[in-house]
Protein backbone atom coordinates (compact mmCIF):
# COMPACT_ATOMS: atom_id res chain seq x y z
CA UNK A 1 0.00 0.00 0.00
CA UNK A 2 1.37 3.42 -1.07
CA UNK A 3 2.13 5.65 2.23
CA UNK A 4 -0.02 8.23 0.83
CA UNK A 5 -3.00 6.61 0.44
CA UNK A 6 -5.02 5.50 3.42
CA UNK A 7 -8.23 2.60 3.07
CA UNK A 8 -11.35 4.44 3.34
CA UNK A 9 -13.58 1.61 5.60
CA UNK A 10 -17.01 3.19 4.23
CA UNK A 11 -16.29 2.89 0.22
CA UNK A 12 -13.77 0.39 0.38
CA UNK A 13 -11.04 2.32 -1.63
CA UNK A 14 -8.12 4.01 -0.61
CA UNK A 15 -8.53 7.71 -0.60
CA UNK A 16 -5.57 10.22 -1.00
CA UNK A 17 -3.63 11.83 1.95
CA UNK A 18 -3.74 15.22 0.62
CA UNK A 19 -7.67 15.21 -0.10
CA UNK A 20 -7.93 14.96 3.71
CA UNK A 21 -5.40 17.86 4.54
CA UNK A 22 -6.54 19.79 1.62
CA UNK A 23 -10.42 19.85 3.13
CA UNK A 24 -8.63 20.64 6.31
CA UNK A 25 -7.13 23.90 4.90
CA UNK A 26 -10.00 24.54 3.82
CA UNK A 27 -11.84 24.46 7.06
CA UNK A 28 -9.05 26.47 8.63
CA UNK A 29 -9.76 29.35 6.60
CA UNK A 30 -13.81 29.03 7.25
CA UNK A 31 -13.44 28.85 10.55
CA UNK A 32 -11.05 32.03 10.99
CA UNK A 33 -13.13 34.17 8.40
CA UNK A 34 -16.22 33.17 9.94
CA UNK A 35 -14.78 34.34 13.11
CA UNK A 36 -13.14 37.38 12.00
CA UNK A 37 -16.22 38.28 9.87
CA UNK A 38 -18.73 37.65 13.09
CA UNK A 39 -16.69 40.06 15.51
CA UNK A 40 -16.20 42.57 12.42
CA UNK A 41 -19.96 42.62 12.34
CA UNK A 42 -20.42 42.68 16.77
CA UNK A 43 -18.25 45.85 16.69
CA UNK A 44 -19.92 47.42 13.86
CA UNK A 45 -22.85 47.21 15.81
CA UNK A 46 -21.37 47.92 18.93
CA UNK A 47 -19.82 51.58 17.41
CA UNK A 48 -16.82 50.85 19.85
CA UNK A 49 -13.64 52.69 18.92
CA UNK A 50 -11.23 50.43 19.59
CA UNK A 51 -11.61 46.93 18.17
CA UNK A 52 -12.33 44.67 21.11
CA UNK A 53 -14.89 41.88 19.55
CA UNK A 54 -12.97 42.08 16.62
CA UNK A 55 -9.70 41.18 18.18
CA UNK A 56 -11.29 38.66 20.78
CA UNK A 57 -13.64 36.59 17.64
CA UNK A 58 -10.75 36.35 15.33
CA UNK A 59 -8.01 35.17 18.18
CA UNK A 60 -10.60 33.02 19.22
CA UNK A 61 -11.24 31.31 15.62
CA UNK A 62 -7.53 31.32 15.12
CA UNK A 63 -7.57 29.08 18.35
CA UNK A 64 -10.17 26.72 17.84
CA UNK A 65 -9.07 26.33 14.02
CA UNK A 66 -5.84 25.12 15.40
CA UNK A 67 -7.35 23.08 18.11
CA UNK A 68 -9.46 21.78 14.78
CA UNK A 69 -6.07 20.67 12.97
CA UNK A 70 -4.57 19.09 15.62
CA UNK A 71 -7.30 16.92 17.30
CA UNK A 72 -7.17 15.87 13.65
CA UNK A 73 -3.45 15.20 13.08
CA UNK A 74 -4.03 13.06 16.09
CA UNK A 75 -6.09 10.96 14.82
CA UNK A 76 -4.12 10.09 12.09
CA UNK A 77 -1.20 8.59 14.33
Keep these: MSP ?3 P ?3 KGHETPTWAKYMG ?3 QLFAVIGGGTALGWWI ?4 EMKFPVW ?3 FCFA ?3 LA ?3 LWK ?3 QDR
Design 43 to 46: QEKS
Design 54 to 56: LLL
Design 24 to 26: LSF
Design 4 to 6: SLK
Design 8 to 10: DPK
Design 66 to 68: FYQ
Design 61 to 63: SIF
Design 72 to 74: SMR
